[in-house]
């Protein structure tokens, strides 16, 4: 059992950034991936960045990379979404999420698939 709790959403101008935070609580055993995804009305679920807990890889959305940043806080149980340079596109709900299952290419972590625990979400919404 693991619980995610979002945190660190708002409102900012185009260019601003934002640093949202994801705790996990529940359970002892650490997940093999932490990731970010966002999400609006009528869309699809859209990865944006993931690490695997282990070793520290990271992997990013084309649309994101050189703009945010995944991090972990492995004592804390804490992953981190820096997000700079922020874009109306970027305006989404995010959502943090976590497996315990092995992915072979960490490439996949940015699929839903697989992810089992979900956060109930921060709202990011970017000003033109």
């Known amino acids: 059992h693991v619980q995610l709790v979002e945190s660190g959403g708002g409102s900012v101008q185009t260019g601003g950034s934002l640093r949202l935070s994801c705790a996990a609580s529940g359970d002892t055993t650490k997940p093999f991936y932490m990731a970010w995804f966002r999400q609006n009305p009528g869309k699809q679920r859209e990865g944006v960045a993931a690490i695997s807990t282990g070793g520290g890889a990271t992997v990013y959305a084309d649309s994101v990379k050189g703009r945010f940043t995944i991090s972990e806080d492995n004592t804390k149980m804490v992953v981190y979404l820096q997000m700079n340079n922020l874009k109306p596109d970027d305006s989404a709900m995010y959502y943090c999420?976590?497996?315990?299952?092995?992915?072979?290419?960490?490439?996949?972590?940015?699929?839903?698939?697989?992810?089992?625990?979900w956060g109930q979400g921060t709202q990011v919404t970017v000003s033109s």
């Open positions: 999420a976590a497996t315990g299952r092995y992915l072979e290419d960490l490439s996949r972590a940015l699929s839903p698939i697989g992810f089992g625990f």
